[in-house]
């Protein structure tokens, strides 16, 4: 019985050290972090729109190949360098453009599914436009644990605006979103990937730390901050994970 108790002790210190191992490698590895965009999900032909039933495939493939959901928090730790908790194969998963059917389809199946998304929402048609997310639904939302961030108030192409109508999107969309949900909003999706230099250091002079692009790519830790590539979900996507692995290349 004692050498029982001898080898389990034994054997719990060798599995504590490894399991201490591969955290501290992951978190301080420059691991890459794959970052989707999808748009609507519902059941329409439009290019932007993966029907539920698509999401759910998506999520339970890369549940399957060990991806695990981040929250946009640990998303900007891991990129400023922190030692943070960090799963083997993190991966943030995003919604742009705050269409109803994020609530109606994507929310539950992301909760079905123990994940966590994040929604750049554009603030002006919050309560405006009955196919937009309202303020409840955004709130209880984040009450369940998904992520905001702003996507302006009107979706405005901003590298082709003025700078006075820049930063009213940028500030008044944060401001909206800081009032609704009680948080500080540091998260930008730019509209339609449009941004340019002085897009960027408006955002900087405002509060904002993170910059999402379309541009195409896997996020790495050296990465700016204000041009974070995404891998885009269109409804004639394959594959999530080929999507995914073809973008590595
Ligand atoms: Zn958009």
């Given at each position: ?58 999520l339970t493939k890369l549940k399957q190949n060990g991806y695990e959901t981040i929250s946009l928090k640990t998303f900007e730790e891991y ?60 709130k209880e939302m984040y009450t369940s644990g998904m992520n905001f961030g702003s996507h302006t108030v009107s979706h405005a192409a901003l ?38 230099s002085e897009t960027i250091r408006i955002a900087t002079g405002l509060g904002y730390s993170r910059g999402f692009t379309v541009r195409p ?33």
């Amino acid at each position: 019985m004692s050498k029982y108790i001898k080898i389990s002790f034994r054997s719990i210190i060798v599995i504590l050290i490894c399991l201490c191992t591969i955290h501290s490698s992951s978190a301080g590895n420059k691991c890459s972090i794959p970052v989707l965009v999808y748009h609507r999900i519902g059941y329409n032909s439009n290019a932007l729109t993966v029907t539920p039933e698509r999401l759910f495939l998506d999520l339970t493939k890369l549940k399957q190949n060990g991806y695990e959901t981040i929250s946009l928090k640990t998303f900007e730790e891991y990129l400023l360098g922190k030692e943070i908790q960090m799963p083997a194969k993190p991966i943030l998963i995003t919604f742009d453009d705050s269409y109803q059917d994020n609530y109606n389809y994507a929310f539950p199946i992301l909760k079905q599914n123990n994940c966590i998304a994040t929604f750049f929402v554009i603030t002006g048609f919050i309560d405006k436009y009955s196919d937009r997310l309202t303020a409840q639904q955004i709130k209880e939302m984040y009450t369940s644990g998904m992520n905001f961030g702003s996507h302006t108030v009107s979706h405005a192409a901003l590298s082709e605006e003025s700078q006075d109508l820049v930063w009213n999107e940028l500030f008044y969309s944060k401001q909206t979103l800081e009032k609704t949900l009680g948080i500080e909003i540091d998260a930008i999706a730019y509209p339609a990937g449009c941004y340019n230099s002085e897009t960027i250091r408006i955002a900087t002079g405002l509060g904002y730390s993170r910059g999402f692009t379309v541009r195409p790519g896997i996020c790495k830790q050296e990465d700016p901050p204000f041009v974070i590539p995404r891998i885009p979900i269109f409804s004639y996507t394959k594959d999530v994970l080929d999507a995914i692995d073809n973008i590595q290349m």
